[in-house]
């Protein structure tokens, strides 16, 4: 079984606990308006891999995650846009004691309740709180993305959420109440993080000569982003 990755990360410390290799698979249906990895959203770019190389890749830091509680994570573009190789990669891992996350919007081609077997933890990238403004952010309405996280919750599978935080679109308290309300109903939700907006990606824009549709917008202050995330948490009684 083949699939394509953008890249591999090694010793991450900050896409679920512990160490963890994060494995970025090519492919996005999204195109969000602050997205830093637009060379991952074609589906025909990236390298080509089977299913087998990438677990010998993964497990020569078994190790390290054994000692952290760490393990794998597959980001994007969106893992779930590969499903038959995801699933592939997958059981390979629960066969060889490797713990999974999966880092995802939840836009992906089905097959959520075999991917969601082999999956210990889900990061549910929240990107707007209203059909309007998802898909004034990310060009989509948000109903596949509620399909999944509906998936997750079934499958007893913990979600940690995430949600981006830029300045002048969703940085307002009455945002982050619509954000409480969006979480409260959520189940399995064990944490929630709010990640300040950056610019980092702007050179790749520029080289790939795509128009960048937040110019101007400076980066959320990580002071500020960290109130918010704090004040959310109050909201939840997480």
């Known amino acids: 079984m083949k699939g394509r990755i ?13 160490i963890r ?6 492919g996005c249906a999204l195109r969000c308006a602050y997205c830093h990895n637009p060379d991952t959203w074609n589906f025909k770019g990236g390298e080509e891999i089977e299913a087998l190389d990438l677990i010998k890749k993964i497990s020569r ?4 995650f054994h000692k952290s509680g760490g393990g794998v994570t597959f980001s994007g573009g969106d893992p779930l846009m590969q499903p038959k190789f995801l699933i592939e990669v997958l059981k390979l891992c629960k066969e060889n004691g490797i713990k999974t996350a999966l880092d995802t919007s939840g836009y992906g081609l089905s097959n959520y309740d075999e991917i969601l ?7 549910f990238d929240i990107k707007d709180v209203s059909k309007e403004s998802y898909l004034n952010l990310t060009g989509k309405d948000g109903k596949e993305a509620w399909r999944f996280l509906h998936a997750v ?50 050179d790749k824009y520029k080289s790939m000569e795509i128009k960048y549709k937040l110019e101007g917008i400076e980066p959320m202050d990580k002071d500020e982003c960290k109130k ?11």
């Open 153 to 202: 919750e079934k499958s007893g599978v913990k979600i940690w959420i995430r949600h981006v935080v830029i300045p002048g679109i969703t940085d307002s308290m009455e945002h982050i109440k619509e954000l409480s309300k969006l979480i409260k109903v959520i189940k399995n939700v064990e944490k929630v993080e709010l990640l300040p907006y950056h610019t980092l990606g702007l």
């Open 228 to 238: 918010l995330e704090l004040r959310l948490i109050e909201l939840l009684n997480l």
């Open 21 to 26: 290799v994060v494995v970025f698979f090519q």
């Open 117 to 123: 077997k082999y999956t210990d933890l889900v990061l």
């Open 61 to 64: 830091y078994k190790p390290y």
């Open 6 to 18: 953008h890249s591999i990360e090694t010793m991450g410390l900050v896409d679920g606990p512990g």
